[in-house]
């Protein structure tokens, strides 16, 4: 069950009016790792845990405190677009500050959503689930939790340096606190998950079942050696269960494969158009 409370979990009052900018922070609403993305990704995981406990708890929380960050972003994008101009164009462009606002802004906060945020990035693309990471195994899913709040605190972060407004940069302040949390926090649960699990995910599957010769060797599979000089290339593995190799000069393992033709209702092309011989094209197509 889910309670709102009408109250803001902190400001979001700009000091003026910024149809640009509203478009920009749509980037950190309705983005691939804006905060609807990080909210139900979050929730979904939670929902998929099997058990209760403090790992679903912590899902929870924290997705339930993005559903937050969504209603104060959605809040100020509706206030950045109070007052926009979005009469006649040849009126707008007789002031050339209104029309360079105008300009910019996204036509669809006035066609669409009548000067409010909608559920899209900063160039008009629709959320779409496919932005959400919900596997059922935690550590992989924290992992892509932290990789979310890291990509998501660098956009706000970027957009902070946009703005002089100080009602803005007071509220993306915030967003930007709050993600430097759930950074500590995916961290601090990962770490806990690596230590009862190790680092390799996932840790059910048996090891005899894999080709261990291989399992801890960098290829040179690129122009320069600079990767040898690495962590990743020398010495004990991150799991602690085997030794890091470098092999310079990969070579192949297997023959070149040699597919048979398709059977002749799937209309490939024929297989002696394929062969490398001369005379199959007409001396006109050359």
């Known amino acids: 069950m889910f ?9 979001a009052k700009p000091e003026r009016p910024d149809p640009l900018f509203a478009k920009k922070l749509q980037e950190v609403l309705g983005g691939q790792f804006g ?10 995981q939670g929902w998929s845990v099997r058990g209760n406990g403090k790992y679903k708890d912590l899902l929870m929380d924290t997705g339930a405190e993005e559903l937050a960050h969504i209603e104060m972003l959605a809040t100020m994008i509706a206030r950045l677009l109070d007052g926009a101009p979005v009469g006649d164009l040849e009126t707008a462009a007789k002031d050339p500050i209104i029309g360079a606002i105008l300009g910019g802004m996204n036509p669809q906060h006035v066609i669409v959503s009548g000067l409010g945020a909608m559920p899209a990035d900063s160039v008009g693309n629709r959320w779409t ?15 892509a939790n932290l990789n979310a709040e890291s990509q998501g605190r660098l956009q706000v972060v970027r957009l902070y340096e946009e703005t002089n407004d100080r009602g803005v940069k007071d509220m993306l302040s915030w967003l930007i606190a709050r993600d430097t949390m759930h950074q500590n926090q995916w ?36 122009k320069g050696n600079q990767s040898a000089q690495g962590r990743w290339a020398h010495g004990p593995s991150m799991d602690g269960l085997g030794q890091f190799n470098y092999v310079e000069n990969p070579v192949p393992l297997a023959k070149k494969p040699v597919l048979r033709p398709a059977p002749p209702y799937i209309h490939d092309t024929p297989p002696a158009v394929l062969k490398d011989t001369h005379g199959l094209v007409p001396p006109n197509m050359k």
């Open 129 to 143: 689930a496919d932005y959400i990471i919900a596997s059922g195994n935690l550590l992989a899913d924290f992992r």
């Open 3 to 11: 309670y709102h409370v009408k109250e803001l979990q902190y400001h």
């Open 187 to 222: 961290i601090a649960a990962i770490k806990e998950l690596e230590a009862k699990e190790n680092v390799v995910v996932p840790s059910t599957f048996p090891r005899e079942l894999e080709k261990q010769e291989v399992s801890y060797t960098l290829f040179n599979f690129s």
């Open 35 to 44: 905060e609807i993305s990080v909210a139900l990704q979050y929730l979904f």
